[in-house]
């Protein structure tokens, strides 16, 4: 093995060689770890709200500042990866991770809880922004696409598994009892990742430039395809995300009284999302990425819809409804906005993150009024509302794209 060390650039990693399979079982593992820590404190809302004494949104601050902070952190790591390496920034970031989460077994007040998930939040940023970069460089073309399959898919497992392990967990104890397997998970993965995810051959430092940085974001922000695009991702996730914090407060009130452990697993609807998300690219071969958008958030209202059935099943299938319509959505916008920057491709990507998280974490404010004058029915009218206005921006969508041939 040793010409890998050679002066000549090694080829990049085949698909199904060793190291192939190293690089994607590491970062799946990454991803599993970053997207359980993320969305853990989701199902504990109600929890919460009882042991700080809280409103609903007062409460849904602790989750939402996790995904803001992660949002915003997305701007910096593209271009300090781009100067700094990948794999030592990513590395850095998961350590800051794990520190984040032994803090947050040991907070005492609302605001320490506050302040250490925003910490964790930009930390949990790094894998995101850096992942995929990462494995451009080192993995042969084929092997990249069947690397991203797996890392995509692992993020969204992260996330029911994060969901589902914190509900039990705090069910067994206190809610704090939830971040200790994410502690145990998180410091496991420093060490892996240190031991085991190989060197980068083909980074190539570019000097950091906060004015280029800036340039590429503002190009990004005046195509008005790119910009309907950021705006649809960034409504759908304002309203998706949030429903299952509503749906997580009514579901522990009357007449149905459910557990932390039993919201939590309301979270393995996101199952039929990781489907939606793989049937994306036979879709797209049929319709054009608008016209698949557009299919995507009429599935959600459908779903939304089936919600208002006041029995748990029918609850639980219109969350099966709206997540394969959301993920295959979100697949297809992201797809799209790889295809149609024209330059800083990564910063493109990067900045769609951008509005997808931001709009994460804002959307209970805006569902909150809704909630507070009409309990569950009036969170769905909100959203129908909002995706209303996102189906007639991939209309739109259709339409430019249709302009420009």
């Known amino acids: 093995m040793s010409h890998h060390f050679s ?29 359980a820590n993320l969305h853990a404190l989701q199902p504990l809302l109600p929890e919460l709200s009882r042991s700080f004494a809280l409103s609903a949104l007062q409460t849904s601050w602790s989750y939402a500042i996790g995904t803001l902070a992660l949002g915003v952190s997305l701007l910096f790591y593209g271009a300090l990866s781009d100067a700094f390496g990948r794999r030592q920034l990513l590395g850095l970031t998961l ?12 907070v005492e007040t609302y605001p320490q809880l506050l302040f250490w998930r925003a910490v964790q939040g930009f930390f949990l940023g790094g894998l995101p922004a850096i992942a995929i970069a990462y494995m451009g460089e080192e993995l042969s073309k084929p092997a990249l696409l069947a690397a991203v399959g797996y890392y995509i898919s692992a993020s969204s497992l992260g996330g029911i598994s994060g969901r589902v392990l914190a509900g039990f967990c705090a069910e067994v104890g206190h809610w704090q009892w939830a971040f200790w397997p994410m502690t145990i998970l998180s410091l496991l993965l420093v060490v892996m990742f240190w031991r085991y995810l190989p060197p980068s051959q083909h980074f190539v430092a570019k000097p950091f430039s906060l004015r280029q940085a800036l340039a590429d974001n503002g190009f990004h922000l005046r195509q008005p395809v790119l910009l309907l695009c950021f705006l649809i991702g960034g409504f759908n996730f304002f309203v998706y995300l949030n429903q299952y914090t509503y749906i997580s407060f009514a579901l522990s009130q009357a007449p149905y009284y459910l557990s932390s452990g039993y919201i939590g697993l309301l979270f393995l609807t996101y199952l039929t999302g990781t489907l939606g998300s793989a049937m994306s690219g036979r879709i797209s071969k049929k319709l054009t990425a608008p016209e698949g958008m557009a299919l995507g958030i009429a599935i959600m209202m459908l779903g939304t819809v089936v919600t208002l059935i006041p029995q748990i099943w029918g609850i639980v299938l219109g969350f099966f409804i709206s997540a394969f319509g959301f993920f295959l959505t979100h697949s297809l916008a992201t797809g799209f906005v790889n295809q149609h920057a024209t330059r800083a491709k990564a910063s493109a990507s990067a900045l769609y993150l951008v509005f997808y998280y931001v709009g994460a974490s804002s959307g209970g404010l805006y569902l909150h009024p809704f909630w507070q ?10 959203s129908l509302l909002m995706y209303g206005v996102t189906l007639a ?6 339409r430019r794209t249709r302009d420009m041939g």
């Open 373 to 382: 004058a009409a309990g569950w029915s009036g969170v769905v009218v909100a």
């Open 393 to 398: 921006m991939s209309w739109y969508l259709r």
């Open 7 to 35: 002066e000549t650039p090694a080829e990049p990693y085949a698909k199904n060689s060793p190291r192939y399979r190293q690089i994607t079982w590491i970062l799946s593992f990454a991803a599993v770890v970053v997207f």
């Open 95 to 106: 350590l800051g991770m794990a520190a984040a989460t032994v803090a947050i077994t040991q």
